[in-house]
Each structure stands twice: as C-alpha cells, then as structure tokens.
C-alpha cells in the first residue's frame, strides 16, 4: 500500500501530477505539472488585471469613500471562477488517478512476490 498511500498524497498537497510521476506515468504527471503552470500563470495575470481595474478606477473617479470590496463587487469574476473550477477538477483527477493507479501497482506487485 506504500504507492497507494504516497502519491495521490504527493499529488494533494504537493502539486498535482506529482502522484502520477511517483507511480511512473510520467507523461501523464509532465501533462498535469503543465496544466497547473498555465492556470497558474493564467489566473496571476486575472488576478493582476482584476486588481488593476479596482484600482484605476478609483483613482480615475477620485471617489475615496466607495470600499475596495465594493469595487470588486462591481467587477466580472467569470474567468476567475473558470480558472478555480478548472484548477480544482484537474486537483480531484489528480489525487483520485494516483490513488487508483498506486492501489493497482500495489496489488501487482503483491502478486509478483513469492
């Protein structure tokens, strides 16, 4: 049970994918690792127009008694919120994959042994 245990735990609070290069599917973790830098990177750079537009408003109005939070209300969260779901899925598929893939490797090479 040493694989089943380990990767979808490396995969979980490590970073995704890292459970499937534990296990040796190796494309399929390189695939993961990749998926998670795009929307990694992709959501950084949401993050910093969303901030970006909060901000320049403000100073454009001049309007100091309007909250941040108020602000960000007003703003479209959609890409954020596809990014997090999509972030979130490829994590569940992680973790989930490199359990059932650790269990399998565990049960054969329980079977190999003598």
């Not at 499937?20 to 993050?47: D, E, M, P, R, Y």
């Not at 893939?101 to 003598?114: A, Y």
Request: net charge positive; with cysteine.
């Amino acid at each position: 049970m040493k694989k089943a245990f380990m990767s979808p735990l490396c995969s979980g609070l490590v970073i995704p994918g890292l459970g499937q290069i534990l296990n040796q599917q190796l494309k399929k973790g390189s695939c993961i690792l990749l998926l998670i830098l795009i929307l990694f990177v992709w959501g950084t750079i949401a993050l910093f127009n969303l901030f970006k537009s909060v901000f320049s408003i403000a100073q454009i109005t001049g309007n100091g008694g309007e909250s941040i939070i108020d602000r960000l209300r007003q703003q479209d969260l959609s890409t954020l919120l596809i990014i997090l779901g999509t972030f979130v899925a490829v994590w569940l598929y992680s973790v989930l994959d490199a359990f059932f893939t650790g269990r399998k490797i565990d049960r054969d090479s329980d079977l190999e042994r003598p």
